[in-house]
T-cell receptor, first 110, second 112 residues
């Protein structure tokens, strides 16, 4: 069964304190791995798509990496506005729908 | 504004009732996906339509149904509502299955 597990469930950081979020997955043939950001009461906002092991993508203070079993979202020198829930999802080769993890809720304190 | 429009934003209804949620996909996107998000379950895939045809089903209850119309907008119908159906319902669209989704802002359904 295709599955996505994210850790930790919640993460509290001080402004400027870098850290990483983990996404472990099992999928029968990976088409792509997706990272989304979700603010309370809003729809998920697309951040990155990664397609193959070794691939990396960056956007401002965020950097996503992919291996054959997991993905990391690295946050460098976070700011309070980075506070949100970060969702990881996988798309199998045989399907169009995304399978989501339960997310990591990030809080960045000034 | 993501380009995916969902209405209504909020809906409060009683148990046993029926509601319809509406979604207009981003211009040019042929696929529409419906997801349910509750506090303990996260985002759960319900159903996918592509250019008017049902393509995939996830954990969708028999009390729920959906359709996609010729103008590509989609409706999710929820009937015989129960308290446990209270959740955020999201619609997402994409060009086809080879691309990621763009999500709407959701409909918050409260069943009382």
């Amino acid at each position: 069964e295709d599955q996505v597990t994210q850790s930790p469930e919640a993460l509290r950081l001080q402004e400027g304190e870098s850290s990483s979020l983990n996404c472990s997955y099992t999928v029968s043939g990976l088409r792509g791995l997706f990272w989304y950001r979700q603010d309370p009461g809003k729809g998920p906002e697309f951040l990155f798509t990664l397609y193959s092991a070794g691939e990396e993508k960056e956007k401002e203070r965020l950097k996503a990496t992919l291996t054959k079993k997991e993905s990391f979202l690295h946050i460098t020198a976070p700011k309070p506005e980075d506070s949100a829930t970060y969702l990881c999802a996988v798309q199998a080769l045989s399907q169009g729908n995304l399978i989501f993890g339960k997310g990591t809720k990030l809080s960045v304190k000034p | 504004d993501s380009g995916v429009t969902q209405t209504p934003k909020h809906l409060i209804t009683a148990t046993g009732q029926r509601v319809t949620l509406r979604c207009s996909p981003r211009s040019g996107d042929l696929s529409v996906y419906w997801y349910q998000q509750s506090l303990d379950q996260g985002l759960q895939f319900l159903i996918q339509y592509y250019n008017g045809e049902e393509r995939a089903k996830g954990n969708i209850l028999e009390r729920f149904s959906a359709q996609q119309f010729p103008d590509l907008h989609s409706e999710l119908n929820l009937s015989s509502l129960e308290l446990g159906d209270s959740a955020l319902y999201f619609c997402a669209s994409s060009v086809d299955k080879n691309y990621g989704y763009t999500f709407g802002s959701g409909t918050r359904l409260t069943v009382v």
